[in-house]
């Protein structure tokens, strides 16, 4: 299997207020292959969505380099869709609007790119719902928007961060399921951001641990065997996920102390 | 509730222009303030006679050349101010080093009184419509310009840089985000500026003109004329609702998309 996405010692620093450098990542080398499903989990504040943005070319690194399918990259990275944690429909866009906004930026006409938005819009389970606006829809519905919006371009790369933290429980345990059947449908290199282990065992093929922050960097790296296809609710039961996730939980627990303790004693400073 | 409290407003305004009339018609109460009966219709006009001049008006048909050029101020006056805003807005809210240039001279010309320059304006533009609307614009512009500004600046760096992955181009985002984004500013700043409009025009005409109906109050002011300027008045005040009601009945439409303003999230689930 080739490599889809290779990030070679890269190191993010920003200079803050006081004129101080802030490292958030550090030294961080990592491969994802191609079709590979790929969790980044790491305590809060541990620099998972710098990291994110550099693969994305939102962000240039202090140091190192990211190669995308071999070529090192410059520039906003264009083989890679992106879901963001936050709100990031256009909320004067309609949803049908929304998903076609890729394809409009592409310059490709509407009489082409609004059967193919309508068809992505019912593939994520959103059919009749083309002229509501952002607001008229729940937040799973949003999320539905915004996958379909990132699919439409169909990128080689899908890099996802925390997609589903504000959603309810059942609510994110449809959409994992669904992000799944979509994946395994066409296999695309994933990079997805989580805190939650749970979350990051049961979607992935290899899970990544990256120490608390600053400076954070990889500190291990896991194997998940369990088969496929899953569904994330059932798969949590099973002898093998609790094996799994004892073992990562355990080489996590320090980080998440650590990390805890920084942010504690930055609030009492 | 609706009903009475619509029975208990129109009541209010019964009993203000009741107390009007007994207050000023002369002869109808023994003199209180002034010895003269007749003085106090001098200052203050009498309903029943300045109802009459505005029935007049319309009767005749006298009044609607002048509305008609009120009009016409007011409308110009707000697209070209509106415009002009939005333009600067979004140029200065886009170019750090052009906003920094430009922004103590800004401040001050928000600072500086505006209505001085209606006899710059008459001298440069005559007494027609033309120097009316530029005074309603300088007045209009500041407006729209400092919505458009801060709109340019509040864009969600979500939307932008989920745009930027989408594959918009600099010049897509501006057409694509920041316009959106920044009409909406001028939206919700419609009824503010286009008031600004009104008393643009108004005050042009009074301070010199031919036609409109500042002019009519201007001319009954020469005169003594005080029922027909308080005519004026009332009539201004009746334009300038239904001048709002319009701007109400234009956002609604406009801005569908706007959470407040449908009120309809519920709807969703």
């Given at each position: 299997m080739s490599i889809a996405v290779e990030l070679e010692g890269v190191t993010c620093a920003f200079s803050t207020k006081g004129g101080g450098a802030y490292t958030a990542v550090k030294d961080v080398s990592l491969a994802v292959a191609e079709g590979e499903f790929v969790s980044v989990v790491g305590p809060t504040g541990c620099g998972k969505s710098t990291l994110l943005n550099v693969v994305a070319g939102l962000l240039k690194p202090t140091e190192g380099r990211v190669r995308v399918l071999g070529d090192v990259l410059s520039g906003v990275n264009a083989r890679a869709g992106y879901m963001f944690q936050s709100e990031a429909l256009m909320p004067w866009r309609s949803a049908l609007d929304n998903v076609v906004a890729g394809l409009d930026f592409r310059g490709e006409d509407r009489a082409s790119s609004y059967p193919k938005a309508e068809a992505w819009l019912e593939r994520v389970g959103l059919a009749g719902f083309g002229n509501r606006y952002p607001h008229q829809l729940s937040g799973g519905m949003r999320k539905r928007v915004s996958l379909a919006q990132m699919l439409i371009l169909d990128p080689q790369i899908l890099l996802m961060d925390e997609?589903?933290?504000?959603?309810?429980v059942q609510t994110r345990v449809l959409m994992e399921n669904e992000l799944l059947e979509l994946w395994s449908a066409n296999r695309k290199s994933v990079i997805f951001i989580t805190h939650d282990l749970e979350e990051a065992i049961s979607l992935s093929d290899r899970v990544v641990v990256l120490s608390a922050g600053p400076a954070s960097r990889p500190i291990g790296e896991y194997l998940i065997d369990l088969p496929r296809p899953r569904d994330v609710s059932e798969i949590r039961l099973t002898p093998r996920f609790i094996a799994l996730h004892d073992k990562i939980w355990h080489a996590m627990k320090d980080e998440v102390l650590k990390g805890y303790a920084q942010t504690r004693n930055r609030v009492s400073a | 509730m609706r009903r009475r409290l619509w029975f208990w407003q129109a009541m209010l305004l019964a009993s203000v222009f009741s107390f009007w009339h007994v207050a000023t018609h002369p002869e109808l109460i023994p003199p209180v303030v002034w010895d003269n009966p007749h003085r106090a219709a001098f200052f203050f006009g009498e309903p029943v006679k300045i109802v009459k001049v505005i029935i007049d008006w319309f009767a005749s048909g006298e009044i609607y050349p002048h509305l008609w050029v009120t009009l016409q101020e007011t409308a110009l006056a707000f697209v070209i101010g509106a415009v002009l805003g939005l333009a600067v807005g979004l140029w200065l809210g886009l170019s750090h080093f052009a906003s920094a240039l430009a922004d103590p001279y800004i401040k001050a010309m928000n600072a500086m009184p505006r209505v001085v320059l209606a006899p710059i304006f008459m001298v440069w533009f005559g007494l027609g419509i033309w120097s009316k609307v530029a005074l309603g614009v300088t007045l209009v512009f500041f407006i729209v310009f400092f919505n458009v500004y801060q709109g340019v600046k509040e864009v969600s760096p979500v939307v932008l840089n989920n745009a930027t992955m989408l594959g918009a181009t600099r010049r897509q985002l501006l057409r694509y985000v920041y316009l959106p984004s920044a009409t909406s500013w001028v939206f919700s700043s419609l009824h503010t500026s286009v008031g600004m409009a009104f008393v643009g025009a108004v005050v042009g005409e009074y301070l010199g003109s031919a036609r409109g109906v500042g002019y009519l109050i201007h001319m009954a002011e020469g005169s003594f004329d005080i029922n027909t300027v308080f005519a004026g008045i009332l009539l201004l005040t009746l334009f300038a609702l239904v001048l709002d009601q319009a701007v109400s009945m234009a956002e609604r439409r406009l801005l569908v998309w706007r959470p407040s303003q449908a009120g309809d999230a519920d709807r969703a689930l």
């Open positions: 997609p589903f933290s504000a959603l309810d | -």
